[in-house]
């Protein structure tokens, strides 16, 4: 199955199964560095209390988790192994999603940021 498919299969499952709180005003996609040796980075799914563009811990305020629900992806020799590569495929994917997903409603609804949670959140919906 394309990796593509499996993580549109994974997001659909968390949000088929799971009523966002009334007061989430914004979703972050936090990527994490499950092994660096492997290059096997992992996405987890978190809906936020705060949005603030202009604070960069604004996704620090979860009122919802995934949490151990996470998804992981290798990348492959093809591919650079670093973060950045890993955090540019999983945002074209996110995009991709917010495009045309099942449930993009309930992402596109609110604003959307990605990053690694040691790092800077880009937003990729306002």
Do not use: H
């Amino acid at each position: 199955m394309d990796i593509y498919v499996e993580f549109v299969n994974w997001l659909d499952n968390i949000l088929e199964n799971n009523d966002m709180p009334d007061e989430t005003v914004s979703f972050c996609f936090n990527l994490y560095e499950e092994s660096i040796e492997e290059s096997v980075y992992a996405v987890q799914l978190v809906a936020c209390e705060v949005f603030d563009e202009n604070d960069p811990d604004w996704a620090c305020e979860e009122c919802w988790s995934s949490e151990e629900d996470i998804f992981c992806v290798e990348l492959s020799d093809e591919e650079e192994k670093d973060w950045k590569a890993a955090q540019k495929l999983i945002t074209g994917w996110v995009e991709a999603y917010l495009g045309n997903g099942k449930y993009a409603d309930i992402l596109t609804s609110k604003p959307v940021g990605i990053g690694f949670v040691d790092g800077d959140v880009e937003i990729i919906r306002k």
